[in-house]
Antibody, heavy 121, light 108 residues
Framework: QVQLQESGPGLVKPSQTLSLTCTVS??????????WSWIRQPPGKGLEWIGY???????HYNPSLKSRVSISVDTSKNQFSLKLDSVTAADTAVYYC?????????????WGQGTLVTVSS | EIVLTQSPGTLSLSPGERATLSCRAS???????LAWYQQKPGQAPRLLIY???SRATGFPDRFSGGGSGTDFTLTISRLEPEDSAVYYC?????????FGQGTRLEIK
């Protein structure tokens, strides 16, 4: 049973870069046809897809965030990461990493527990 | 971008009753590329339904999904107290992936 765990700073200052890592255990990030994704949820609000990637480096971003976001993978550590530049208070959210079943069926079948990132000075 | 509108915003029902949650898309979602998630307070969302009607592992057959095109429904029969949660729909037919705003289900 695959498990995902987010890690990173819980507090980021405005205009700085938010950086998070997702560690995958119980399975290889290179296995199957899985894509790996980031999703966020502002407090008390709904879910927003940020982007997803395949371990070979194929990456797709939400156009609403594309100019500020980058997702990368470290297969040697079975991890993938998120960077979000120039953050503002609007980027305060619980950030989830999740597994995408495959490219044709892009639903999220496993999720991390989420990590709250607050943007504040 | 496909906008998903869920209704009602909140649903309050008693144990044993039947809940019907709606998810309407701004344009047709082909190949039934729609999923539903259950999210309980303080927890991550959990995949409930995929392909509009296929139930994910671990959920009883009280949960069922249906619909096609622009109108989809999640039905929960014989409600139990543990069904209290927020339910989200998600489309994966076209980029970007989008979610509905959620329906809060309260069990009285």
């Amino acid at each position: 049973q695959v498990q995902l765990q987010e890690s990173g700073p819980g507090l980021v200052k405005p205009s700085q870069t938010l950086s998070l890592t997702c560690t995958v255990s119980g399975g290889s990030i290179r296995s199957g046809e899985y894509y790996w994704s980031w999703i966020r949820q502002p407090p008390g609000k709904g879910l927003e897809w940020i982007g997803y990637m395949f371990y070979t480096g194929s990456i797709h971003y939400n156009p609403s965030l594309k100019s500020r976001v980058s997702i990368s993978v470290d297969t040697s550590k079975n991890q993938f990461s998120l960077k979000l530049d120039s953050v503002t208070a609007a980027d305060t959210a619980v950030y989830y990493c999740a597994r995408v079943y495959n490219y044709a069926y892009r639903y999220f079948d496993s999720w991390g527990q989420g990590t709250l990132v607050t943007v504040s000075s | 971008e496909i906008v998903l509108t869920q209704s009602p915003g909140t649903l309050s029902l008693s144990p044993g009753e039947r809940a019907t949650l709606s998810c309407r898309a701004s344009q047709s979602v082909s190949s039934s590329s729609l999923a539903w998630y259950q999210q309980k307070p303080g927890q991550a969302p959990r995949l409930l339904i995929y392909g509009a009607s296929s139930r994910a592992t671990g959920f009883p057959d009280r949960f069922s999904g249906g619909g096609s095109g622009t109108d989809f429904t999640l039905t929960i029969s014989r409600l139990e107290p543990e069904d209290s949660a927020v339910y989200y729909c998600q489309q994966y037919d076209s980029a970007p992936i989008t979610f509905g705003q959620g329906t809060r289900l309260e069990i009285k």
